[in-house]
């Protein structure tokens, strides 16, 4: 399939940064969508949220235990049917169903048709029969079967870090890192499965430069955070407190969200902001780390402890909630030492659950390949 760059639509939006009286609280305009100030002067408080209130069909799945179905984890991605892992460095993505069961991989490491040296995301469009990888630089997008063969490349321009979404529409778009001192910035992009054509993003407030003053290469000490639990296509670049959408049938970006402090943001502070469908949550990094939860319905805010009620209550992070699932792998030695020594001494738990978790531990292996938790998120 010849998939290239014949018809190009540029789209450059020059605008200055956006800005707020952020002593206001909740939700303002933001153009085509609301804006939320998560303000934690207005906290309510603290709230502890128990995974059950948060996904449905909560499973263990064991993966395969043959040679070829080994593998570390950097990032998954999940669809309804199909458990894609990014294991990181020069390692292949490695597909598998739901069950666990080993598919093969998607491509290969390599220079060649198909082949990428570092993959940094990935994305299974089950509903159109291809899954897409991007690389940590490269200008491409590659396209793939559900069996990991490969299908095409799409040539989108320079990218950096990129992060996929599906439009629901047979589009795809993604968002990047965009540089002004290294190629031509380019901050999102949206084009068709088996279309020619690429509508592209600049977007000033995200551009930034890869070298500090001192000519030093900073700019890669940067992620894309987005996590695909909302249509809104919501993402965070780590140099801006903001949460944003990028509206691909538009071709807008807008802010979503932003986080007001107590006091002064720290030199040590970043944040990760992502959306839920029913809250927008900012992680906030540091030396005093917390999880502050905007709730939509009730536009309260609180600072929120996830627990896995299906596993002796152990702590969660939001960051294991992504493409509408939450995903949770564990290599089973370290689960089984977690067990053991923290969570069946010291976690409050009912005996049902104490029981539970005890079954769990006598199934697992420390040879055995890695297991996952996993449940689909409500309200998807």
């Not at 296509?233 to 407190?241: I, K, P």
């Not at 780390?289 to 905007?294: E, L, P, V």
């Not at 089973?332 to 978790?357: C, F, K, S, V, Y």
């Amino acid at each position: 399939m010849k998939i290239g760059t014949n018809s190009i639509i540029l789209a450059v939006l020059m605008v200055g940064c956006f800005s707020c009286d952020r002593n206001d609280s909740h939700q303002k305009s933001a153009g085509l969508y609301d804006f939320v100030v998560l303000d934690e002067n207005n906290s309510v408080g603290e709230r502890t949220i128990k995974l059950s209130e948060l996904v449905d069909d909560y499973e263990v799945v064991k993966f395969e235990n043959s040679d070829s179905a080994l593998f570390k984890v950097r990032k998954p991605v999940v669809s309804e049917n199909y458990i894609a892992v990014i294991q990181g460095g020069m390692d292949p993505v490695v597909l598998f169903d739901r069950k666990g069961n080993y598919i093969g991989n998607i491509g290969n490491v390599g220079s060649g048709p198909g082949e990428y040296m570092t993959a940094y995301d990935a994305l299974i469009d089950e509903a159109n029969g291809r899954i897409y990888i991007t690389q940590m630089v490269n200008g491409q997008v590659l396209e793939y079967d559900l069996e990991g063969k490969y299908q095409g490349t799409h040539q989108i321009g320079s990218l950096n870090k990129p992060t996929l979404f599906a439009n629901g529409d047979e589009s795809i778009s993604l968002v990047n890192i965009a540089f002004d001192d290294a190629g031509v910035p380019l901050t999102a992009a949206t084009f068709g499965n088996a279309s020619d054509s690429v509508v592209r993003l600049i977007y000033q407030p995200l551009v930034t430069s890869f070298r500090d003053a001192s000519g030093a290469g900073v700019g890669f000490n940067n992620e894309v955070w987005a996590f695909r639990n909302t249509p809104n296509n919501a993402f965070m670049l780590t140099f801006n407190d903001t949460l944003y959408t990028y509206n691909s049938r538009e071709n807008v970006i807008a802010p979503r969200a932003v986080f007001k402090e107590l006091s002064d943001k720290s030199s040590d502070t970043w944040y990760v902001g992502l959306e839920f469908p029913t809250a927008i949550i900012y992680q906030v990094m540091g030396s005093d780390s917390r999880t502050m939860w905007y709730d939509k319905s009730s536009a309260e805010l609180s600072r929120a402890t996830i627990i896995n009620d299906f596993c002796g209550n152990a702590k969660e992070s939001v960051s294991n909630f992504r493409d509408g699932y939450y995903v949770h792998i564990w290599e089973p030695g370290r689960l089984m030492d977690r067990i053991e020594e923290r969570w069946l001494p010291e976690n409050e738990m009912t005996a049902q659950q104490r029981e539970d978790l005890k079954e769990l531990f006598s199934e697992l292996n420390p040879d055995d390949n890695n297991i996952m938790f996993i449940g689909k998120m409500k309200n998807i």
